[in-house]
Nanobody, 123 residues
Framework: QVQLVESGGGSVQAGGSLTLSCQAS????????MGWFRQAPGKEREGVAN???????FYADSVKGRFTISRDNAKHTLTLQMISLEPEDTTMYYC?????????????????WGQGTQVTVSS
């Protein structure tokens, strides 16, 4: 049974830092695409960062230079380090994964999702 469990969300002031973690289970192969997405109420889901099965990462322009995605295949964890947080980063963040090494530009129905963790940045 596939499961993705996020942790690490919280409230910080602008300029602060947070680290999100995602614990994955149920994936026989750890060399899979994993990523972070975010979605505010009433807005479209936005891809934040992803990392493919070979370790190549991609970032949305809005977070480049501020967020860093990494993975530990041995521990089946995905991490998103966020620095210089801005009020615009406030929303729910979701961990996602798919059973292949490459990441889609747009996540399809074959993606698995966590329940999300809230990030709130105050000005």
């Amino acid at each position: 049974q596939v499961q993705l469990v996020e942790s690490g969300g919280g409230s910080v002031q602008a300029g602060g830092s947070l680290t999100l973690s995602c614990q994955a289970s149920g994936f026989p192969d750890s060399s899979i695409c994993m990523g972070w997405f975010r979605q505010a109420p009433g807005k479209e889901r936005e891809g934040v960062a992803n990392i493919d099965g070979y370790g190549k990462s991609f970032y949305a322009d809005s977070v480049k230079g501020r967020f860093t995605i990494s993975r530990d295949n041995a521990k089946h964890t995905l991490t998103l380090q966020m620095i210089s947080l801005e009020p615009e980063d406030t929303t729910m963040y979701y961990c996602a994964a798919v059973r292949r090494w490459w990441c889609s530009a747009i996540p399809g129905q074959d993606y698995y999702w966590g329940q999300g963790t809230q990030v709130t940045v105050s000005s």
